[in-house]
């Protein structure tokens, strides 16, 4: 069997979005904190390669700053793919995580990978989104993704073959970038 092409990722998680804390917003489009973006556009820069294809998710938490990179920071149009957008929490989308029904919750957490929001999606189905997205991205090329938690976390687990039942026990920040590059010997986390 052949050894896989070399490839190189950089996750950047969306800016600060301007919400009540607390509130699930998941597939929701949201609102950013502008201070923040502009923080992230003077500092991402000179950690991010050049040339890099540059993907974005079509929510505008992410196209906004991946706009931003392309306008300040020499990177070429951000190419937006669905593949890319949060998980959807279906009908948790805008309400309070506390005032969720417990009994849902409670499902939700005692089955992490399968549990299906009413009208949302699982874990696994997101962890196939993103394992879709990495298969079709050309090999030898740098991708800059700007993207979610939530698609970072499960590919921090697809990537690495990690169990998707430890989904959200890795902290990914606003604005953190996840480095990941594949050589002949597998995938390897840089930062």
Do not use: N
Not at 117 to 129: I, N
């Amino acid at each position: 069997m052949k050894a896989p092409a070399p490839l190189r990722i950089w996750l950047v998680r969306h800016p600060r979005p301007d919400v009540p804390e607390g509130l699930c917003y998941g597939a929701t489009d949201v609102p950013i904190v502008d201070a923040h973006l502009d923080e992230l556009l003077a500092a991402l820069p000179a950690r991010l390669p050049r040339p890099a294809d540059l993907h974005s998710s079509p929510l505008s938490r992410c196209l906004r700053l991946a706009r931003g990179l392309h306008a300040t920071a020499g990177f070429d149009a951000p190419r937006v793919d669905p593949l890319l957008r949060e998980m959807d929490f279906g009908a948790w989308e805008g309400q309070r995580w506390r005032d969720l029904p417990r009994v849902q919750i409670d499902a939700w957490r005692d089955d992490l990978a399968g549990y299906v929001p009413p009208r949302g999606e699982s874990v696994a189905a997101l962890a196939e989104r993103g394992r879709a997205f990495v298969k079709a991205l050309p090999a030898g090329r740098d991708a800059v993704v700007i993207t979610h938690a939530g698609v970072i976390q499960t590919l921090l687990r697809v990537l690495f073959e990690r169990p998707l039942s430890d989904f959200g026990s890795d902290r990914i920040d606003y604005g953190q970038v996840v480095a990941l590059r594949r050589d002949t010997h597998g995938w390897t986390r840089v930062s």
